[in-house]
């Protein structure tokens, strides 16, 4: 599937500017409109019609960040059926069993992509061959075969899930996850990239929401300032809870990032004080205006909500700079592979580890933590919980062997407390 790049895909020759450009840019690509749609445009900038439509038609369904995943995961077929026959390209109502064994090669052949990575992808893919075959654009190219009628993509009873091209089982692996420590080095190495102290202090109370409550980072971009509570109504809640009258918490709706709609977070006391602290003295050096209504984070070059890039942005540097400051132990995790992810996944574990030490069941647990971070997908908690009592074997281990040396430690130091002993009775006798 190597792209010639002497030739269009139709077999044009290329003009002499056209022929040095790199062969990305003969290939279908997304246009982001400003009202968030997207659009799917081939290699001579036409818009792909059923491939738009049918991203049109999903976008009412999902979220922004799974409506843009999809996106991207269609581009990718597209793309390798642009390639197909040295750069001919395969139009997708030409699409067939045989050709989904090729799909099949190139990702996990040529590619070295994940079973998993590749499952996703098709799904999709079978979603949008499913829409054009029931949307008519495209006749016998999608279904289950029987006697009247045939597909060229045959479909199994039970799903596509179960077509021989779906083969394999994804073997779940415990990843990596960085420590506490890691997210500090990574924090201090960001502190160093800010100038101003305002602009320090907005990126310091992004990271400790992100690492406190486990929120994705465009839930915690979103947050409202008339969600949060006023200074004198936190220092209240602060009195009833240090009398044992209310807990640490205050539930608290936001925005969920996907599959819309909103959701409820436990945002701790000392938090709440740090978030107001920064809407009263810090917020009003960014926007002009009160200080009631609209976004906690904004730009301050056009007053409106900060998108969660700026902070992927800001920690992808933070995080290369502390791996150029810090060496590495063997097994340790490389500290520039660190994203502003990773705080929801190492807060989630940790939540789950919690509960499992207090003595509670993997499935009381589970359920639980669920609720708090909104989770709707068992598959995805039973990682997390995997993670969590494998942390939990490591701890109990590293513990028996710290207990280990110090019953060791104490046995030694009572046989040498009786011989100072034995040795002050000799002597004083």
């Known amino acids: 599937m190597n792209i010639r790049s002497s030739i269009h895909g139709d077999g044009r020759p290329k003009a002499k500017a056209d022929a040095a450009l790199p062969p990305l840019y003969d290939l279908p690509q997304l246009l982001r409109h400003s009202d968030g749609r997207i659009s799917m445009i081939d290699r001579w900038g036409f818009v792909m019609r059923p491939q738009t439509i049918f991203l049109e038609r999903i976008r009412g369904y999902y979220a922004t960040a799974t409506y843009r995943s999809y996106a991207r995961l269609l581009l990718d077929i597209e793309r390798v059926t642009a390639c197909y026959g040295g750069g001919i390209g395969l139009p997708y109502f030409k699409l067939s069993d045989a050709f989904l064994d090729v799909l099949r090669e190139e990702y996990i052949q040529e590619r070295e992509t994940g079973l998993a990575h590749f499952k996703r992808t098709m799904s999709v893919g079978a979603r949008f061959w499913k829409f054009c075959e029931e949307e008519k654009w495209a006749k016998g190219l999608y279904g289950s075969n029987h006697k009247n009628r045939k597909y060229q993509i045959n479909v199994p009873e039970e799903g596509f899930m179960h077509h021989p091209v779906m083969a394999g089982k994804v073997i779940w ?257």
């Open 173 to 429: 692996r415990v990843p990596r996850l960085p420590t506490h420590r890691d997210f500090e080095l990574i924090e201090a190495a960001g502190m160093t990239l800010i100038k101003t102290p305002s602009l320090k202090r907005r990126f310091r109370l992004f990271c400790l929401i992100l690492k406190t409550l486990a929120l994705r980072r465009s839930e915690a971009a979103r947050l409202n300032i008339a969600s949060i509570p006023t200074k004198s109504q936190i220092a209240r809640l602060r009195a009833q809870a240090e009398a044992g009258k209310k807990p640490w918490t205050v539930s608290i709706k936001i925005l969920r990032s996907k599959r819309g709609g909103i959701r409820v977070a436990e945002f701790p006391i000392p938090l709440l004080e740090e978030i107001r602290d920064y809407i009263d003295r810090d917020r009003p050096k960014d926007v002009k205006g009160s200080s009631k209504h609209g976004p906690i984070f904004v730009s301050r070059k056009t007053g409106k909500q900060l998108g969660d890039q700026w902070v992927t942005n800001l920690f992808k540097r933070a995080a290369r700079k502390a791996a150029a400051m810090h060496a590495r132990e063997h097994g340790e995790m490389n500290l520039s592979e660190v994203r502003p992810h990773h705080y929801r996944h190492r807060g989630i574990t940790d939540l789950i580890r919690g509960y499992l030490e207090a003595g509670k069941d993997s499935t009381e647990a589970i359920l639980i933590v669920m609720q708090l971070v909104g989770l709707r997908s068992l598959d995805v908690i039973i990682g997390y919980l995997h993670l969590a009592e494998a942390e939990t074997e490591d701890r109990t281990r590293a513990d028996k062997e710290v207990a280990e040396k110090r019953a060791k430690k104490v046995t030694l130091d009572l046989v040498r407390i009786r011989e100072a002993l034995g040795t002050r009775r000799r002597y004083s006798k």
